[in-house]
């Protein structure tokens, strides 16, 4: 399949310099019906090797996609040492929603469909971002996600949701049972047979990447 790919930078606001830019990997095959984009884990980022292969799943599958570093190059700088921005919720929200925002002001995936997908702290960052901007996310699905760390945002989760977890990754999964029993949306809980919490385990990654793209192609759109 002929993907395009594009380079993107994002302006923001920095919390250590000021202003400064974020930087994303748009990939686009030939007529995408939808587009995905991902915030990656605590101490990750847009080069994470699992999401690289996640999204070429989804590729295959006529989804746009969009990695993306949560943080600017001063901000991760700081994070390195104190690890505190990782965890800073709203703030990987903004960022999430400045990375919808750019999308929709290009010409070759404005009006796509937006689903998101997030990984650990990313996880929740998107559920936090589906509920402040309802009519511009259609579907969040997590991969061992923290769910539990949007807090207050989970009952007000309109984006039909689907968290995959490991079965031997017991502490995130009933961190996972509790913010399904508070959210009102349609949600599911996947578990991943024999998969730990970071789907190292030959053929769970490409479980969650056919979840994934399942999930995506059911509520963004199939070709």
Same mark, same amino acid.
């Given at each position: 399949?002929?993907? $395009?790919?594009?380079?993107?930078?994002?302006?923001v606001?920095?919390m250590?310099?000021?202003?400064?830019?974020?930087?994303?990997?748009?990939?686009l095959?030939?007529d995408?019906?939808?587009l995905v984009?991902?915030?990656?884990?605590?101490?990750?980022?847009?080069?994470?090797?699992?999401?690289?292969?996640? %999204?070429?799943?989804?590729n295959?599958?006529?989804?746009?996609?969009l990695?993306?570093d949560?943080?600017?190059s001063?901000e991760?700088?700081? !994070?390195?040492?104190? $690890?505190?921005?990782?965890f !800073?919720?709203?703030?990987?929200?903004?960022r999430l929603?400045?990375a919808?925002?750019?999308?929709?002001?290009?010409a !070759?995936?404005?009006?796509l469909?937006?689903?998101?997908f997030?990984?650990s702290?990313?996880?929740?960052a998107?559920l936090?971002? @589906? %509920?402040e901007?309802?009519d511009s996310?259609q579907?969040?699905?997590?991969r061992?996600?923290?769910? !539990?760390l @949007?807090?207050e945002?989970?009952?007000?989760?309109?984006?039909?949701?689907?968290l995959?977890?490991?079965?031997?990754d017991p502490?995130?999964?009933?961190?996972?049972e509790s913010?399904?029993? $508070?959210?009102?949306?349609?949600?599911?809980?996947?578990v991943?047979?024999?998969?730990?919490?970071?789907?190292?385990?030959?053929?769970?990654?490409?479980?969650?990447?056919?979840l @994934?793209?399942?999930?995506f192609?059911?509520?963004?759109?199939?070709?």
């Open positions: 399949m002929d993907v $395009r790919e594009h380079a993107i930078r994002i302006e606001a920095d250590v310099a000021g202003t400064g830019e974020i930087e994303g990997d748009l990939r095959p030939p995408p019906c939808g984009i991902f915030a990656h884990g605590s101490g990750s980022s847009r080069h994470s090797p699992r999401n690289q292969r996640v %999204a070429a799943y989804m295959d599958a006529d989804l746009a996609t990695l993306f949560l943080l600017t001063a991760e700088a700081v !994070d390195v040492r104190t $690890r505190h921005l990782r !800073d919720i709203g703030l990987l929200a903004t929603h400045a919808g925002d750019a999308v929709a002001e290009r !070759d995936t404005t009006g469909p937006v689903g998101t997030g990984a702290t990313g996880a929740a998107a936090v971002a @589906a %509920a901007r309802p996310v579907a969040v699905v997590s061992g996600g923290r769910p !539990d @949007a807090g945002a989970l009952p007000l989760v309109r984006a039909p949701t689907l995959i977890v490991g079965s031997r502490e995130v999964l009933s961190l996972n913010a399904v029993a $508070r959210m009102t949306c349609e949600r599911e809980i996947a991943v047979p024999g998969a730990t919490h970071l789907f190292e385990e030959a053929g769970t990654l490409e479980q969650v990447a056919e @994934a793209t399942g999930w192609g059911r509520h963004l759109g199939t070709r």
